[in-house]
């Protein structure tokens, strides 16, 4: 872990959060804290799963958390001298802490010390969802470490296993021709489809119907005859589903041609 990179990571996305609207200038612990994440995973992402911090990282109730960023807030942030408030909120019994900076020349001075790699997401990411707690969980609960983790696990930044490929030409080559006939067939048939679907609608001529339909008490009843063959409706009222554990660890909630 390295503690002078986690404070200035804490101080660069707190001034640029300063350049945003009124609105959304201010944040809280929860919003410091997974940016700092965002940071260590773009780092991540071009350092084969090294993180930026070192910290570990942990999947927790709000999504990604690590205790060595949330105890280097306040002291990060009075160094710069951040404006430190307590509010309130309707919705809430308990008061809650926001942090402000305005100080414009302390955002171009952090931003010199930082990897480019990590600014630009940053900034990005701050500048779409700033104070939005539920769209920045939202966000962060959708990055590969998370898919990848159960809850109360370490994270894991390293980068996905590729899928084996044949390294045989021979067994490439027949594969390549198989998927360029199979293409060319789907395509013809889709062709053909359509050619029948236009055909169609051209001698397709829609009359009303001759006697008109009678809706009476015998139309209904038999309405009412076909339903109870489907069984007793299923009945109104609260259910609980529940899901193994297992579910956590499938393929299918960070590999894209599963979803």
């Keep these: 872990m390295d503690s002078h990179k986690i404070d200035l990571l804490l101080q660069f996305i707190l001034a640029v959060a300063s350049q ?16 700092v994440y965002l940071a260590d995973l773009a780092h991540a992402e071009r350092t084969c799963g090294n993180t930026f911090t070192g910290v570990n990282w942990s999947f927790y109730h709000f999504g990604p958390w690590a205790r060595e960023v949330w105890e280097r807030i306040d002291q990060a942030l009075q160094v710069i001298n951040a404006t430190k408030e307590k509010e309130s909120h309707p919705k809430y019994r308990d008061d809650f802490v926001r942090y402000s900076l305005e100080n414009d020349e302390k955002l171009v001075e952090l931003e010199r010390q930082l990897p480019f790699h990590i600014v630009l ?14 769209s920045l969980l939202h966000h962060v ?8 983790a159960t809850p109360g696990e370490l994270l894991d930044f390293s980068p996905l296993p590729e ?5 045989s030409e021979a067994i490439r080559e027949p594969r390549l021709k198989e998927k360029l006939i199979s293409k060319e067939r789907l395509k013809n048939l889709k062709n053909r489809m359509r050619a029948r679907l236009e055909a169609k609608k051209k001698v397709r001529e829609l009359v009303d119907p001759d006697p008109p339909p009678l809706y009476d008490d015998v139309f209904f009843q038999g309405v009412r005859d076909l339903d109870a063959l489907a069984g007793e409706p299923i009945e109104k009222r609260e259910y609980i589903a529940e899901f193994s554990d297992e579910v956590w660890k499938s393929r299918s909630r960070y590999d894209p041609d599963l979803s």
């Design 121 to 134: 997401p940053i900034k990005k990411a701050i500048r779409q969802y700033a104070n939005d707690t539920a």
């Design 20 to 35: 945003n609207d009124p609105g959304g200038k201010k944040l809280g612990p929860i919003h410091l804290i997974k940016y």
């Design 141 to 148: 609960y959708l990055t590969t470490p998370m898919l990848r």
């Design 163 to 167: 899928e084996p490929k044949p390294h």
